[in-house]
Structure formats: C-alpha cells, structure tokens
Nanobody, 117 residues
Framework: QVQLVESGGGLVQPGGSLRLSCEASGTIFSTYSMRWYRQAPGKQREMVAAISSGGSANYADSVKGRFTISRDNAKKTVYLQMNSLKPEDTAVYYC???????????WGQGTQVTVSS
C-alpha cells in the first residue's frame, strides 16, 4: 500500500498562492491516479482536482482557472498549485491515491490551508 505525505500548507492572504506537495512511497507511482480533496469545518470532503496516470487533469468548478494539478513520476510526487486564493478555499487538503491495477485507495494525513487577512 502506498504511503502519502502532504506538505506546503499554511496561512496566506486572499489573492495569494500556495503549492501543495504529496510525496508517495512504497509503490510504483506511475500506476496511480492521484487526487486532491479538501474538507472545510462542518462540510463534507470534496474533490478539488484529479490527475490520471497518463497525466489528464480535471477540476472542481470552484477552482477551475485558479488551481493546477501536476505530477512528477520520477519524484513520486503530485502537486497542487493554488493561485488567487479565496477565504472559501480554507480547508484541510488531503492527497488521495488510487491504484489503477488493484483499485486500492490511500489517503494522506492532510495539510491545513488557511486563507485570511
């Protein structure tokens, strides 16, 4: 099973940027579809962005044009570049990995993103 470690969260002012990273270990990273989810206090966890093993990306409507997901298979890392951040982007962001061969999913521990002035 893959282990995931997120980093890059923090406090940023509205309009600012952050880049989240999620490093995987213990697996053949290129065979995993990767996603970023987020969960704000009192709300359900929602998918923010996804990238397939082949590199195709898709996004939640709320972040289209502001967030970019990418992956570096050599570094076993997926990134989420977040620009033009809004207070409503405040949440714990989780990395999710789904093996396309076994269909087993794994979650990271989460990283807090707070957008506030």
């Amino acid at each position: 099973q893959v282990q995931l470690v997120e980093s890059g969260g923090g406090l940023v002012q509205p309009g600012g940027s952050l880049r989240l990273s999620c490093e995987a270990s213990g697996t053949i990273f290129s065979t995993y579809s990767m996603r970023w989810y987020r969960q704000a206090p009192g709300k359900q966890r929602e998918m923010v962005a996804a990238i397939s093993s082949g590199g195709s990306a898709n996004y939640a409507d709320s972040v289209k044009g502001r967030f970019t997901i990418s992956r570096d298979n050599a570094k076993k890392t997926v990134y989420l570049q977040m620009n033009s951040l809004k207070p409503e982007d405040t949440a714990v962001y989780y990395c999710h990995a789904l093996s396309i061969t076994t269909m087993i999913a794994s979650w990271g521990q989460g990283t807090q993103v707070t957008v506030s002035s």
